[in-house]
C-alpha cells in the first residue's frame, strides 16, 4: 500500500517547479540543502544561479540512476555543461542527447524539467521563506546585472517596434535594420568611459581603485 504524502515527513510540500521536481525525482533533502548554502555566511555560499545548477545536476543524476547508468566523478557535471552551457555547439550537445537517450535517459524530459535561478529564488523566498540578512556583492551583481540586461532587452525590443511601425506607416524608410543598445558610465573624476557592463565586471573605475 502506498502512501499519499501527507506527512510532515515531506518537506517540500510546495507545488512550484522546484518542489514538484523534488517530489518526482525523489530528492531528498533537497530544501535543507538549498536554504542552507544560500543562507551560509561564509565566502562558500551559493548564488541561485549556482543553485539552480546544484538542483538540475541533481535531477540530472537521479535519472541517471533510474537509468540504471553508472558514472564516474565529476561526469554529472560535465553532462549537465554539455546539455546546458552556452559555449557548447549544438552538435556536441545533440550528440549528447542522442547518448543519453540511447541509454534510456528521457533526457527531453530531464532537461524540461532544469530550473532556472528565479524559479530556485521564488522557491527559496516564496515556498520556504528563507531569507538573506544581506545579499552577497556576487548576489548583489548579480541582480543588478539582470536588472539593467532587463532593461536593455526592452529598450531595444520598444525601439524596433516604433521603427517598425513609422515604417509600415509610410513616415520612415530603412531596409532590415538592427538596433543596438549600449549604456555608457563615463568616470568624471579621470574621463574614463565604460560600458555598464566592463563597470560591474572591473567593481569600479580605475582611478578609484588604485
Ligand atoms: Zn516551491
Ligand atoms: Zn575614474
Redesign the pocket.
Known amino acids: 500500500m502506498s502512501q499519499q504524502p501527507t506527512d510532515a515527513a515531506d518537506s517540500?510540500s510546495?507545488?512550484?517547479k522546484?518542489?514538484r521536481i523534488g517530489g518526482r525525482y525523489d530528492l531528498t533533502d533537497l530544501d535543507d540543502e538549498l536554504v542552507r548554502y544560500w543562507t551560509d555566511e561564509t565566502d562558500d555560499r551559493y548564488s541561485t544561479r549556482a543553485l539552480a545548477t546544484h538542483v538540475n545536476q541533481r535531477v540530472l543524476e537521479a535519472a541517471l540512476d533510474d537509468a540504471g547508468l553508472q558514472y564516474k566523478d565529476g561526469e554529472i557535471e560535465n553532462l549537465h555543461r554539455l546539455l546546458t552551457d552556452d559555449d557548447v555547439s549544438s552538435g556536441t550537445r545533440v550528440q549528447t542527447r542522442k547518448e543519453l537517450e540511447r541509454d534510456d535517459v528521457p533526457v527531453e524530459d530531464v532537461v524540461s524539467d532544469f530550473v532556472s535561478h528565479q524559479t530556485v529564488y521564488?522557491?527559496l523566498t516564496?515556498?520556504?521563506e528563507a531569507e538573506l540578512s544581506s545579499p552577497s556583492d556576487e548576489e548583489r551583481l548579480e541582480r543588478s546585472r539582470d536588472k539593467l540586461g532587463a532593461l536593455r532587452n526592452r529598450t531595444s525590443a520598444v525601439t524596433e517596434d516604433t521603427i517598425a511601425q513609422l515604417e509600415r506607416n509610410d513616415v520612415l524608410e530603412i531596409g532590415e535594420f538592427d538596433v543596438l543598445v549600449t549604456v555608457s558610465v563615463n568616470c568624471k573624476e579621470c574621463k574614463q568611459q565604460y560600458t555598464v557592463r566592463d563597470l560591474l565586471e572591473q567593481g569600479g573605475c580605475d582611478c578609484a581603485t588604485q
Open positions: 517540500s510546495c507545488n512550484c522546484v518542489g521564488n522557491h516564496d515556498c520556504l
